[in-house]
């Protein structure tokens, strides 16, 4: 699922991409809806990972998207780095050229780590 969001976002303007790399920024911090995403029954999550989860969903960017249905379906969670590790990373082509989203933490992050 996850490289069929990737492939997807790549091409979300035309064939080659976006334009411009500040066009492409835009694409990658657009805030979506993470509302219709749902604990899967069986998944339990740490105090950690329900407090990562909602500050991801309250900003909801192409990697947040990622990272919170990840965690709570369950995934990753025999991958080192977990559902970081999956989701970070993400590209979109810029003139037919991979450029990497650059995602600062979420607001609210630092909440969780205390």
């Not at 590790?85 to 205390?114: I, Y």
Request: aromatic fraction near 4%.
């Amino acid at each position: 699922m996850t490289l069929a969001m990737l492939s997807g976002l790549g091409c979300a303007s035309h064939q080659v991409g976006y334009r411009s790399v500040a066009e492409a920024e835009v694409a990658c911090a657009a805030s979506n809806d993470c509302s219709d995403l749902s604990l899967k029954p069986g998944v339990k999550l740490s105090i950690w990972d329900e407090c990562r989860a909602e500050a991801l969903r309250r900003r909801c960017n192409f990697e947040d998207r990622c990272i919170v249905e990840c965690l709570l379906n369950g995934e990753a969670q025999n991958t080192g780095g977990g559902c970081w590790h999956v989701c970070a990373n993400t590209f979109v082509k810029v003139r037919g050229k991979l450029h990497e989203c650059e995602t600062p933490d979420a607001p609210g992050l630092d909440a969780c780590r205390s």
